[in-house]
């Protein structure tokens, strides 16, 4: 190769590595300017930072920001492409030509290379390290890069409104219409930016749990989150003062229900508070004095919905109904936050093990399990159905009907669910068994 041509085959690399480079800085504005604090970004407006500012103005207008980055990595990845096959595939195909047993698929095979390491600059470069960095330290990242991307956003305005405008007339014959902002980072990508936040130290752990628990608490439903029917406490609303102090010593409950005839008739609800206020205050246990009104929600209630209602209403208990108005079980602002933060136990309160570890990576669990606890604790990804949400329910349904002591179920994904006990009503304890533990490979 003569020098000249050495010189302009090595430029053409340096503009190529340039244009991935740049790709790699909209890539991490993107995450760096997103997943800045809210409270420091406040915190340093206030100060009368004009950089944070700019991080303000962008995340204050996200369709044109994340149009000036998606025009950006869009045609600095397609730029980077294009000089790559039309200066470097070139001189490649020479090289293989002067290979006898190759010199046919020449052209293919230049141009097969040149895109694969273009793709793998591109991943490398302009995807995965900038990201990385920007999640890293995001407030540097964003302070530093916030006042050229407004820049490039503001010139690039009449582009990203071209794209928006004929992806629009191109979808009108669909009923449907797009804009930047169903670029925003989807549920399931801040649950991995979370997950590597956590593992890399630059969220506390504990920080991360609860971050990952209010991703899925809002696809919960409250009869997921619910106290199940068979375990509720409740009180007849005929019993006796005998029967009310009997419930106050034997029950961890602060709140009962109170029913009429069975529990699909609840009638209100009494707390350990006003009982011990009656009974300091000299006054007969009465349940009627008692009894605060019932407050019912559906089956089907989103939990997040649950919340805000109850908040609302200034409500601690709420009973569960089905669709035909039967009780199916009670949700308590406790077991909602619960959800969000892990067990809360009280003084009297004693922790209970739903899923034990045992030797060789199996795990002992208990058919009442939330299949979103055993997949939390175990790394699994068992399925939901509105039909169970349970362990125990799972393998009922794996099994068409109540498994028994001893049965062996496999999952869709080749979990292994043995029966450890069983009553004829409902699964008690299940072993769980990974397939590469059973051969020998990693553990749960």
């Known amino acids: 190769m003569y020098p000249g041509a050495l010189e302009a085959t090595l430029t053409t690399l340096f503009i190529i590595l340039l244009l991935v480079v740049v790709h790699g800085v909209f890539a991490g504005a993107e995450i760096a300017i997103i997943t800045m604090r809210k409270t420091r970004l406040r915190e340093l407006v206030e100060e009368g930072s004009t950089r944070a500012r ?6 204050a207008h996200p369709e044109r920001f994340l149009a000036t980055v998606q025009v950006g990595v869009t045609v600095l990845s397609e730029a980077a492409a294009a000089l790559g096959g039309a200066a470097i595939a070139p001189k490649l195909r020479q090289f293989f030509e002067t290979v006898p047993a190759l010199r046919s698929h020449a052209e293919n095979l230049a141009l097969i290379l040149v895109v694969a390491a273009v793709a793998y600059l591109s991943l490398v470069l302009g995807e995965l390290v900038p990201k990385s960095l920007a999640l890293r330290s995001a407030e540097t990242y964003a302070l530093l890069i916030a006042t050229p991307m407004r820049l490039v956003s503001w010139a690039t305005r009449p582009l990203a409104w071209l794209l928006t405008a004929s992806s629009n007339l191109v979808l009108k014959p669909f009923g449907d219409r797009t804009n930047f902002m169903e670029a925003r980072v989807s549920a399931e990508e801040l649950q991995q930016l979370v997950d590597e936040a956590t593992k890399t130290g630059a969220i506390d752990t504990h920080s991360g749990e609860i971050a990952s628990r209010a991703l899925e608490f809002s696809d919960l439903t409250a009869d997921a989150v619910m106290v ?3 375990r509720v406490t409740a009180i007849d609303k005929d019993a006796s003062e005998a029967d009310i102090r009997r419930l106050m010593l034997d029950s961890p409950e602060t709140r009962w229900p109170v029913y009429e005839e069975s ?5 209100g609800y009494i707390t350990a508070r006003d009982v011990l206020a009656r009974i300091l205050g000299g006054l007969p246990l009465l349940i009627d004095a008692l009894k605060r009104p019932a407050h019912f929600v559906p089956w089907n209630m989103r939990a997040a919905d649950v919340l805000r209602d109850m908040q609302r209403h200034q409500i601690q208990l709420a009973v569960v109904v089905d669709e035909h108005g039967g009780t199916e079980g009670l949700l308590t602002l406790e077991d909602l936050v619960e959800e969000l ?24 669990v208990r058919g009442a399990t939330p299949i979103r606890d055993v997949n939390r604790a175990l790394g699994l990804d068992l399925p939901e159905n509105e039909g169970w949400s349970t362990l125990g329910g799972l393998c009922t349904a794996l099994a068409g009907g109540i ?13 292994i669910f043995e029966i450890v006990s069983a009553t004829p009503r409902a699964v008690v304890m299940v072993r769980i068994v990974v397939p590469e533990v059973e051969e020998g490979g990693a553990g749960i």
């Open 54 to 59: 700019a991080v303000l103005d962008l995340r």
């Open 228 to 230: 199940p029917r068979n």
């Open 263 to 267: 529990l699909d008739k609840i009638v």
């Open 341 to 364: 933060v892990g067990d809360i136990l009280g003084e009297h309160e004693s922790r209970e093990e739903h899923i034990h570890h045992e030797a060789e990576g199996l795990a002992l």
């Open 403 to 415: 498994p028994r002591k001893g049965d062996r179920l496999v999952g869709e994904d080749g979990v």
